[in-house]
């Protein structure tokens, strides 16, 4: 197979051609997917250091499964890497909550460190609140626009998938999330509940 033929395989066919041996399959994978898996574990971080170390664990236990015959396909495959990397984030928080990160240059002031660890354990105890009450209001909502809020955020699928998950077009699946925002935002007036959309 052509390099270009190769790039047009589906993930599967990818992860099928990469157990047999061929190693250039996975290298597609990772080209496809990598910036959309950094960017996630990046953002979400905020540290360079921390998310190179993450995303490289996150692809390091992707090739393990794949090789050790673990992987299942009943999930799209970026779903589940995104998923592996969102636990890895997770547990580096868990390992580091006690105790901030303090980057080993000359230019690192420990101070602005300690602060720096302060707003994010403030801001993440923000952000748990604004889930807990976001997922109340979802809740409210009518069963198409729901389901298409759960895919959207919490599955992190694409309206494409939302789309063919739920049997509608395109434009209906954004027409949902477009109606799912304005109720939410109705609901939390109603309620008395801050949230940002």
Not at 66 to 72: A, F
Not at 83 to 95: C, F, K, Q, T
Not at 122 to 131: A, F, G, I, V
């Amino acid at each position: 197979m052509t390099d270009e033929s190769v790039r047009t395989l589906s993930d599967n066919e990818l992860i099928q051609r990469y157990k047999q041996g061929d190693c250039a399959s996975f290298d597609v994978l990772l080209q496809r997917y990598q910036s959309k898996v950094y960017s996630y574990i990046f953002s979400v971080v905020k540290d360079k250091d921390v998310a190179d170390d993450i995303f490289q664990d996150t692809f390091f236990k992707v090739v393990s499964t794949i090789n050790s015959g673990s992987y299942k396909e009943e999930n799209k495959f970026i779903h589940w890497v995104m998923r592996i990397a969102h636990n890895l984030i997770v547990d580096n928080y868990r390992r580091n909550n006690r105790m901030p990160i303090v980057p080993n240059r000359p230019d690192c002031n420990i101070i602005d460190t300690l602060k720096l660890h302060d707003d994010n354990v403030e801001q993440l105890l923000m952000r748990k609140q604004t889930n807990s009450n976001i997922r109340k209001l979802v809740k409210m909502l009518p069963p198409e626009q729901r389901r298409v809020v759960i895919l959207r955020h919490y599955g992190k699928c694409d309206f494409k998938d939302i789309a063919e998950r739920t049997g509608v077009s395109i434009n209906t699946a954004l027409g949902r999330m477009r109606y799912a925002i304005i109720n939410l935002r109705r609901l939390a007036q109603e309620h008395n509940i801050y949230i940002e959309l």
